[in-house]
């Protein structure tokens, strides 16, 4: 066939693309007259004019490649109907990433296409999915003991340096951030935000380049502090994420999680050095750990000068009794008196001495360690911190040209621009 001899199909017997959609329309109808229970994962969610679209999807059994879609539907005025009917359970369930049953009714337009137009939705298959999925992550961290290897670091005796993992939009950041500041008169603390989505699909990638970032960087910290706003139930399943818990569970530094639930655990829970319920109670929890390390410092200044004090009072009273002595004793004795007295003078010397180079040894040892863990020393000798965006830069494949950078001085702030 070329074009100069083009068929003839004026005969053809065919139909319009109306009839067409028309005929998928009335046997759609036909096969599904009655709406029907369908269960899928919700790929996306769009809210327009209060309508719900979805894209509805099924994946294969290893959860990887998608072998159905189709669009889905809830309108407004039924959305009103089942909010009122299914509480506040509706609006957790209805959340991307999620596995989902709805009541659905199949249609077919002719102008718009396929669409499932959902009736129902039962939270509580959802929940059950939830929870069982949440259940396998936790026998799967017990099985590899990564619930042990947090509580095995120390805790450092004055937090002072926080890697902040948190999103600095979240009203639970900002909680944080006010109860440090409330103390600031009393004590010393830093916090440096390592910013990340703190719920959604970038959950996972954002916290584990937050964690990678203060990893590399882990002796400029004393400890990391996970924080969220609260939420419900459902809220927390991108806290239930086994590759997150496992890269928690191997950090260097003990990390402190405050995600805002009061009732349930997370898999981050489950690893962390120390679990608070919010970000407030998580603040507290630093502010108080300070204060129990000053309260000790404070008594073993107090023990170690009664101790002092009591040793010079023992020994000024052998003198005294021993002056008595001589008084009433002859000249011999008196002699071997005086002996006695100046042994018993040069051990009270040695024994003075002793004690008060101990003291200030062990004070001057507390005080070093402080002063080191102090970031303002540290830029004092010279080094500086580098950042951009407010992360820190570590190696220069994270700067590109014309970038602007913050350089952190001893004195003041530069900013710069690679060129």
């Excluded at 990433?97 to 009541?103: F, I, Q, T």
């Excluded at 009714?105 to 929940?127: A, M, R, S």
């Excluded at 954002?206 to 990391?224: G, N, P, T």
């Amino acid at each position: 066939m070329t074009l100069e001899n083009p068929v003839d199909r004026s005969g053809v017997n065919c139909i319009s693309l109306y009839e067409l959609c028309h005929r998928i329309n009335r046997v759609l109808a036909a096969n599904f007259p009655n709406p029907i229970w369908v269960k899928a994962e919700i790929a996306s969610l769009q809210l327009r004019r209060e309508h719900r679209y979805f894209q509805l999807v099924e994946k294969d059994q290893q959860g990887e490649k998608i072998i159905s879609k189709a669009f889905a539907s809830l309108w407004a005025g039924n959305y009103s109907k089942l909010r009122r009917s299914r509480g506040k359970q509706l609006d957790e369930v209805l959340k991307e990433g999620l596995e989902v049953l709805v009541l659905v009714k199949v249609t077919f337009h002719e102008e718009y296409g396929f669409n499932l137009q959902i009736q129902d939705i039962d939270p509580n298959f959802t929940i059950g999915k939830y929870f069982s999925r949440k259940q396998q992550i936790f026998n799967k961290i017990k099985e590899r003991k990564l619930n042990r290897l947090q509580a095995s670091l120390p805790l450092p005796y004055v937090l002072q340096r926080i890697a902040v993992i948190s999103s600095s939009q979240a009203a639970g950041y900002k909680d944080f951030c006010q109860q440090l500041e409330e103390v600031r008169d009393k004590m010393d603390i830093h916090h440096l935000l390592f910013e990340s989505s703190m719920q959604g699909k970038l959950v996972e990638r954002d916290m584990l380049k937050a964690l990678d970032q203060i990893e590399c960087s882990y002796r400029s910290f004393d400890s990391v502090v996970i924080i969220r706003g609260g939420g419900g139930k459902l809220d927390l399943a991108d806290f239930d994420n086994f590759l997150l818990a496992e890269k928690l569970a191997m950090m260097p530094l003990p990390v402190l999680t405050g995600i805002g639930h009061e009732i349930d655990q997370s898999a981050l829970d489950l690893v962390a050095h120390h679990s608070l319920k919010t970000p407030t109670a998580t603040a507290q929890f630093i502010i108080d750990h300070n204060l129990a390390f000053l309260k000790r410092l404070s008594i073993a200044r107090d023990t170690l000068t009664s101790g002092v004090f009591q040793v010079l009072v023992s020994e000024e009273n052998k003198l005294i009794s021993l002056h008595k002595d001589l008084v009433h004793s002859g000249r011999h004795p008196l002699l071997q008196q005086h002996y006695k007295i100046m042994q018993l003078k040069e051990s009270l010397k040695a024994n003075v001495q002793y004690h008060l180079r101990e003291s200030h040894h062990n004070l001057n040892s507390i005080e070093q360690e402080l002063k080191l863990s102090d970031p303002k020393v540290i830029l004092e000798r010279g080094f500086s911190i580098t950042a951009k965006n407010g992360a820190i830069i570590k190696n220069e494949t994270q700067v590109l040209d014309q970038d602007e950078l913050e350089i952190r001085l001893f004195k003041g702030n530069l900013r710069v621009k690679k060129i």
